[in-house]
């Protein structure tokens, strides 16, 4: 049997008490790397490994054991551990008397804080642990970055060495605010509750931050308010690294940055370069200087980077030559190089780092012990400063595949990204070839998707393109079969190719069968079509005395955002304030000014938006369509309490 990974949480939090939520993620976190081709299964030899990844540590007969037990057992007969069978042997091993040792292998490991069930914090007995290196790292990114923010004075600077950040969380602001750093203009500051913190607004703020998080892309399943509030040490440093990554990795995308053709290989196509992920452009940008400098090429941020060797010539080569506009130069000091105390090299570079201004992230120590995260963030920060790319020779290549992706591509995208897909999609139709995006879309919006018909990563060398083809085919032919989606001369093959024309008919009806799927829960049919939602619209509006009314998603007043705005205030009595809108006779900038304030005030109040405001502005039938359906779900929600 193959179940999804939805489903496993689903069904373990309703049917398995002993099992937290958290627990579970931890679990999930471990599988993964052990899984690394994403197959969704590891092999019964690899078991020992996974109880180490989870902490567990068992000796190995007695892992041979359970093994040979499982495999025993194992209905389908394929010597493979789906991460639901992973649970339930976990399951079973912690209701016995290994529990203990669980708790005390996880403590000793080193500098990570851990929670046992006796510190008061958890009352279910559940073990979260945390690294405090990226704890401290984020307190001083923050400080910086909000320190001149006067709605965080009340906040700012944290002290990175207590529990502060977690405390600063609570009230929603200071999520808020990261969010709208990485993302500019997310949230409009209007509709963030500055003053006199009750619990209320501070769950709204933080409900805000979450919808607000979800519409930027950052994976916000099994997160919410509750955990914020109570700063739940591994949920709240989960959430901000996507937060910061986003932001750090906002300009690394050749659309946004054309300096970056400069990293073009000889004889390389620019489709390649465009296809890269943020984090594979980074190395390239580092190995560009170092190869510049003579120095040999890093293949990751861990292990390659620890003596700091690397490092030192970036720096050298990024550093201000006083040829800039503001004639500034910066000349790094070399000599650390030649010290031969690790630690202290580091700490050499670091402090040439900090003539840049650019000492963020990491410490000696997390140089040395090459953690991959907070390097990255360090060299992002690093890209962001100081790019040092000349202007790029630009001659002979296609600019038309500059132009990045549409407003509707990077909707759909953050959508997904939310919703937990793996890997990240970085690129909406290349991202796609394969299938396997599609396929676990399939599952959030309950298509049942057989996965031994799945072909999964890696792909052989030899005939990958075949075996990506048959994923597409059997995506198509569920879309159609199950789905009973309209695919009308859609085939797998143009998901193949990346035709965006033909993704996005797909895509788009998974995103409408996703957005209607609350409102079906709610019992309004399994299909909820246009119709439904317009006269709810009509008829909600009527209810509130509300002059407004649509007469389809393409309706120009829209433009106004009044109908949004409307309804609103209609399902959440109080939420606008009407001195916010603009009423009368609109310029383009009133409008974007209303639609901003619709957008956010409705995530506010609980409505998960993806829209964009000029999606309302321009009166995006499709995604004007997703906003109301969401403020249709939260209607319909209160009445049904
Ligand atoms: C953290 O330490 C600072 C002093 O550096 C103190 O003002 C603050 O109250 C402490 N916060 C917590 C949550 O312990
Ligand atoms: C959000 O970002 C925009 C643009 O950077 C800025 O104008 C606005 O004041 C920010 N809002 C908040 C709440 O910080
Ligand atoms: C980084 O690269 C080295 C080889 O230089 C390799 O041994 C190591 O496993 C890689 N680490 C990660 C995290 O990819
Ligand atoms: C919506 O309501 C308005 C007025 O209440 C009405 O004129 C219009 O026909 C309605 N449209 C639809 C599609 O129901
Ligand atoms: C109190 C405290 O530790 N503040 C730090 C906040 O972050 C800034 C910038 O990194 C540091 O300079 C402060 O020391």
Not at 303 to 310: G, L, Q, V, Y
Not at 416 to 443: F, K, R, T, W
Not at 477 to 500: D, Y
Not at 613 to 618: Q, T
Request: hydrophobic share 40%.
């Amino acid at each position: 049997f193959v179940v999804s990974v939805d489903n496993v949480y689903s069904n373990m939090e309703d049917s398995v008490t002993q099992i937290s939520r958290e627990d579970l993620e931890e679990l999930r976190e471990a599988f993964n790397r052990i899984d690394i081709d994403n197959s969704g299964y590891v092999s019964d030899f690899e078991l020992q490994e996974l109880f180490r990844e989870a902490s567990f540590s068992l000796p190995g007969y007695k892992v041979r054991e359970i093994a040979e037990k499982f495999i025993a057992g194992d209905t389908n007969k394929d010597e493979k551990i789906s991460f639901e069978e992973f649970v339930a042997i976990y399951q079973d091993l912690r209701s016995k008397e290994v529990r203990e040792t669980f708790r005390k292998t996880i403590s000793r490991r080193d500098g990570i804080r851990s929670f046992g069930g006796t510190s008061g914090i958890s009352s279910e007995g559940t073990q979260h642990s945390y690294a405090d290196e990226e704890k401290v790292a984020f307190v001083n990114w923050i400080n910086k970055t909000l320190a001149n923010d006067p709605d965080c004075r009340h906040l700012i600077p944290m002290d990175p060495n207590n529990d502060s950040l977690f405390k600063s969380v609570k009230d929603g602001i200071l999520l808020c605010k990261m969010i709208n750093l990485s993302q500019p203009d997310t949230i409009d500051e209007r509709v963030i509750n500055t003053k006199k913190p009750t619990m209320f607004t501070m769950t709204e703020n933080l409900i805000l931050a979450l919808n607000s998080a979800s519409a930027i892309g950052c994976t916000v399943v099994n997160i919410d308010a509750q955990d914020m509030m109570a700063g739940t040490p591994h949920l709240v440093l989960g959430l901000l690294w996507q937060i910061i990554k986003i932001g750090l990795f906002a300009d690394i995308e050749i659309s946004r940055n054309e300096a970056l053709i400069a990293l073009l290989g000889e004889s390389e196509e620019l489709d390649h370069l465009l296809s890269m992920s943020p984090e594979e452009l980074l190395l390239r940008w580092v190995n560009y200087h170092l190869d510049a400098a003579g120095w040999q090429q890093i293949r990751n941020f861990s292990e390659d980077i620890k003596d700091s060797r690397a490092y030192f010539h970036l720096l050298d080569q990024i550093a201000p030559k006083g040829d800039g506009d503001d004639q500034i130069q910066i000349t790094i000091d070399m000599s650390g190089l030649m010290e031969r105390d690790d630690e202290k090299r580091a700490e050499l570079m670091l402090r040439q780092a900090e003539r840049l201004d650019c000492r963020q992230f990491v410490t000696p120590q997390d140089i040395m012990a090459g953690n991959h995260k907070l390097n990255t963030a360090f060299v992002a920060n690093l890209f962001n400063m100081f790019p040092a790319l000349g202007r790029p020779k630009i001659n002979g290549i296609d600019l038309t595949l500059l132009e990045g992706e549409s407003r509707e591509d990077r909707t759909f995208r953050n959508w997904m990204n939310s919703l937990g897909v793996n890997p990240y999609v970085n690129h909406l139709h290349s991202n796609l070839m394969d299938g396997l995006i599609i396929l676990q879309l399939y599952e959030r919006i309950q298509v049942p998707v057989d996965w031994r018909k799945v072909n999964k990563r890696p792909f052989p060398v030899l005939g990958s393109n075949m075996k990506k083809l048959e994923n597409c085919n059997y995506a198509v032919e569920l879309g159609k079969k199950e789905a009973k989606f309209s695919l009308v001369g859609i085939g797998g093959e143009n998901i193949n190719e990346g035709s965006s024309m033909h993704t996005l008919a797909l895509v788009w009806q998974i995103m409408r069968r996703y957005t209607v799927k609350v409102l079906s829960d709610i019992g309004d049919g399994e299909k909820v079509k246009d119709q439904v939602i317009i006269n709810w619209v009509n008829n909600t509006l009527q209810e509130g005395r509300k002059d407004s009314f649509i007469k389809s998603f393409k309706d120009k007043s829209i433009s106004t955002s009044y109908p949004v705005i409307d309804l609103i205030d209609t399902v959440a009595p109080g939420a606008i304030k009407n001195e916010m809108v603009k009423w009368g006779d609109l310029s383009a900038e009133d409008k974007l000014n209303n639609a901003k304030y619709a957008i956010s005030v409705a995530r506010k109040i609980g409505a998960k938006v993806y829209a964009l405001p000029d999606d309302i502005v321009e009166v995006n039938p499709k995604m004007v369509m997703t906003v109301f359906a969401c403020l249709m779900g939260r209607g319909l929600n209160k009445v049904t309490g």
